[in-house]
């Protein structure tokens, strides 16, 4: 009981701080086709994780850029508070590369990388967000393998990402729910570099005893 006193708790300050209201439509319609994100895309993440430990509730902050290229099967992140870190997601590989204080580790990508993830999930419904004048919102809901439930509102056009929650599964023994924000969001690839896997610092072979990260819509 706790544990889900704890997770509670959690989940309104991560929701207090990301999520800015959203009025859902009086008329109801028809669901939307299911949209398929850009194939190029970069913008900013803010995202606030609360996790329990050994029953002990932990809020972390974390602000990162992203960038997510479909095309060509590559992510990169960079986490920039509170400490900084590299995350470069091959897809093509299915290896990630995590670059931290001049040392580099390599681990195998179990999660797909796709950009129409909506096709098999639960729509739940559309909003305008931030007032009747605001941008038009279509709201869905999937389960992820290694993640749990992910919530996630995109623009009617372009099917941008603006906010996620992800849930983490039931029974998991270290519950956990992070609420993520996207701003700032440009089309195409500005950087190509940012993909680059330096080497030799970055093994070609991973270390099977460490799970890969996933940030934002690389849990997708």
Do not use: W
């Not at 009025?23 to 900013?44: H, V």
């Not at 993830?117 to 729509?123: D, V």
């Not at 749990?148 to 956990?176: E, K, L």
């Amino acid at each position: 009981m706790l544990k889900f006193l704890i997770v509670a708790v959690l989940l309104g300050a991560c929701s207090a701080f990301v999520m800015p209201p959203k009025i859902p439509i009086k008329d109801a319609q028809a669901p939307p086709t299911p949209c398929c994100l850009p194939k190029q895309f970069e913008g900013n993440l803010h995202i606030i994780t609360g996790t329990v430990q050994a029953g002990h509730g932990e809020l972390s902050n974390v602000t990162a850029r992203q960038s997510l290229d479909y095309t060509n099967m590559m992510m990169a992140t960079e986490v920039l508070h509170p400490t900084n870190i590299r995350v470069i997601d091959d897809y093509n590989r299915m290896m990630q590369y995590v670059i931290m204080q001049g040392q580099c580790t390599a681990t195998k990508i179990t999660t797909k990388f796709d950009n129409c993830p909506f096709s098999n999930a639960t729509y739940l419904g559309s909003f305008y967000f931030g007032g009747m004048q605001g941008l038009m919102m279509d709201g869905y809901q999937l389960m992820v393998p290694d993640a749990g439930t992910v919530t996630i509102d995109v623009t009617r056009n372009g099917c941008i990402p603006v906010t996620a929650v992800t849930v983490s599964q039931s029974g998991a023994t270290n519950p956990s729910i992070s609420a993520t924000g996207y701003v700032d969001i440009t089309m195409g690839i500005r950087d190509p570099a940012v993909f680059n896997v330096p080497h030799p610092l970055c093994p070609s072979e991973p270390d099977s005893k460490m799970p890969s990260t996933g940030f934002g819509l690389g849990r997708l």
